[in-house]
């Protein structure tokens, strides 16, 4: 899938601009620092999942003093052409067009377009804890398969469920909530085994690509781990029942895929303790190249890959070593500086003060 032309309407600092892409290879988006580099990435990847990958709320992402911004683009999806329109209001109620076809859930929207992106908060899926790696995973996971957005949110929601119970019946338990227990212990065993057997396959699936990557990175083979571990033992279902009078004593669920874990080495050392800043990098760069990979495999075509000041966190012969590697499709690079030796964008899109230079 690819994009041909982006529009923005009070969209973070732009009042309105339209945006011309390389539908193929690399579109170079360059300008200073707070100029609207970020905020252009960040409105492709909000079409794709009606998120910010910044984590910031509607509300950030309108225009300071506008109540509603667009965000539209025309492409084309498996040779068919694709217009999606985003109205983002800054109450937080957004509208989504597909084709000219409003959608009926949020959910609808996913698999339309697909986006891969790397931003130099990336850095903590290496440095940080576990929750960032498990939101990798499954943000992957829903990439690979749209259904598995259902499987994530189910597993919340009966996490909320449980907690709150627990939390209720402050250490004791009696025969109502007990058997209330029961079946959100059903349910989180049936969900949280799913999440975790999917987790799981895609982190087999991610071994082989992400050892390229970080060999190709790093400018020579490199011995890279990535493990799935589980917070417990054996089948789920069992671990709950163990785990309940503890559970219970504490007010919270402590087994289940909200406890895993991805352990992460470079030559057999745990690379969160281990590993030099560069590397770590390196590995938090790999690991959405890798994803990237996993993803396109699946889907038999390239999610749009937006690659957010990544040579600011990487030195000039890891530089030249993406560029050298850069999958095929669509390419979006933002850089506040100029373009290492050995880049050819196929466009550069120049952008100032929230707006587009010609
Ligand atoms: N909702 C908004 N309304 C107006 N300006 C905004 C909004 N959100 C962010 N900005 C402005 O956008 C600029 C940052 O843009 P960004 O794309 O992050 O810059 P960069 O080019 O460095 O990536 C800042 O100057 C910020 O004040
Ligand atoms: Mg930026």
């Known amino acids: 899938m690819r994009l041909r032309r982006l529009w923005l309407t009070d969209f973070r600092n732009y009042t309105s601009a339209e945006v011309e892409l390389a539908p193929a290879g690399l579109t170079v988006v360059s300008g200073g620092n707070g100029q609207g580099k970020t905020n252009l990435l960040e409105a492709i990847a909000y079409l794709a999942t009606l998120d910010s990958f910044r984590g910031a709320p509607a509300d950030a992402l309108v ?42 859930r949020a959910a609808d929207l996913l698999g339309a377009l697909r986006v891969s992106v790397f931003s130099p908060g990336d850095l903590e899926l290496v440095k940080g804890g ?74 087999a699936a991610l071994e082989a690509p992400l050892g390229k990557a970080y060999g190709q990175l790093a400018g020579s083979p490199a011995d890279v781990g990535i493990t799935y571990e589980r917070s417990w033992p054996g089948p789920l279902d069992d671990a709950l029942a163990a785990a309940r009078t503890d559970d219970v004593r504490r007010g919270l669920s402590t087994v289940g895929p909200h406890r895993d ?92 003060g929230g707006g587009i230079i010609l």
């Open 261 to 352: 874990e991805l352990s992460l080495s470079i030559a057999g050392l745990a690379a969160r303790t281990h590993a030099s800043q560069g590397e770590q990098r390196s590995m938090a760069l790999g690991l959405r190249l890798a994803a990237h990979r996993v993803v396109t495999d699946a889907v038999g075509e390239p999610p749009v890959l937006l690659l957010d000041d990544v040579f600011s966190e990487l030195d000039a012969d890891r530089s030249a070593a993406l560029l050298a590697h850069l999958p095929d499709g669509q390419i979006l690079l933002t850089t506040a500086g100029g373009l290492p030796a050995g880049a050819f964008p196929a466009l550069t899109v120049q952008v100032h």
């Open 130 to 203: 576990p929750a960032a790696r498990r939101r990798y995973l499954d943000d992957a996971l829903v990439g690979l398969h749209p259904r598995n957005a259902a499987v994530r949110s189910d597993l919340e929601k009966v996490l909320r469920q449980r907690n709150a119970l627990l939390k209720q019946c402050k250490g004791r338990l009696d025969a109502s909530a007990e058997s209330t227990l029961d079946v959100w212990d059903a349910k989180l065993a049936a969900t949280g085994a799913a999440l975790a057997d999917a987790r799981a396959a895609l982190v």
């Open 63 to 104: 225009r300071t003093g506008c109540a509603t911004a667009v965000v539209r683009a025309e492409g084309d999806r498996s040779g068919r052409a694709l217009l999606i329109e985003a109205e983002i209001a800054a109450s937080g109620r957004s509208r989504t067009l597909v084709n000219s076809q409003p959608l009926r």
